[in-house]
């Protein structure tokens, strides 16, 4: 099947600083990215939705300004946490699509935790 | 986008057959099954999909009611390895996959 990989699995970082992660699709083009926050015991929960070399599409309540997407190539996207504090610690996934027609199968990257000291 | 509605937590014995059951009456003619599963402090995997006939691979099989209102994941021998959250998600035309609270599959020794 198709592997989404991402990187850092695991990061820890001081309040104030920006973290990057990325979502990378090894053996497929993702024609659409989507990225996913997961706090403990909860559900999914969709931030945005990329589509290569146009912007991202925020779900309400998520500021664009603060979790930057960029999906610059058909392989590669990038979740920039900006100016972090500790509320925004949570688990990051991101998912990528490459089909365009049904049944639009998303393939998961492994998520990357992220801790905001 | 359509609902799904599944219990929140079943049990079941290793090596016995499991029987995750998924409502979605709302469903359009157009609206896709899947099923995706979550292990502890990893990302979704993709288990199955179907449309309307039922569908088997090496990981389970689907029944889907002939109405469709309804669907079933079925793990034909439970290992410990199958203990993970099991979502049933409704995806139509491309749209984002809209996660609800899932089942929780508690596998015992």
């Known amino acids: 099947g198709a592997v989404v990989s991402q990187h850092p699995s695991r990061v820890i970082c001081k309040s104030g600083t920006s973290v990057k992660i990325e979502c990378r699709s090894l053996d497929f083009q993702a024609t659409t990215m989507f990225w996913y926050r997961q706090f403990p015991k909860k559900s999914l929960m969709l931030m945005a939705t990329?589509?290569?070399?146009?912007?991202?599409?925020?779900e309400q309540g998520v500021e664009k300004d603060k979790f930057l997407i960029n999906h610059a190539s058909l392989t590669l996207s990038t979740l920039t946490v900006t100016s972090a504090h500790p509320e925004d610690s949570s688990f990051y996934i991101c998912?990528?699509?490459?089909?365009?027609?049904?049944?639009?199968?998303?393939?998961f990257g492994p998520g990357t935790r992220l801790t905001v000291t | 986008d359509a609902k799904t509605t599944q219990p929140n937590s079943m049990e079941s014995n290793e090596e016995e057959p499991v029987h995750l059951p998924c409502n979605h009456s709302?469903?359009?003619?157009?609206?896709?099954i899947h099923w995706y599963r979550q292990l502890p402090s990893q990302g979704p995997e993709y288990v199955i999909h179907g449309l309307t006939s039922n569908v088997n691979n090496r990981m389970a099989s689907l029944a889907i009611a002939e109405d469709r209102k309804s669907s079933t994941l079925i793990l034909h021998r439970a290992t410990l390895r199958d203990a993970a959250v099991y979502y049933c998600?409704?995806?139509?035309?491309?749209?984002?996959?809209?996660f609800g609270g899932g089942t929780r599959l508690m596998v015992k020794p």
């Open positions: 709302t469903i359009s003619g157009t609206d896709y």
């Open positions: 998600i409704l995806n139509n035309a491309g749209n984002m996959l809209t």
């Open positions: 990329s589509n290569e070399g146009s912007k991202a599409t925020y």
């Open positions: 998912s990528a699509r490459g089909r365009v027609g049904p049944p639009y199968e998303q393939y």
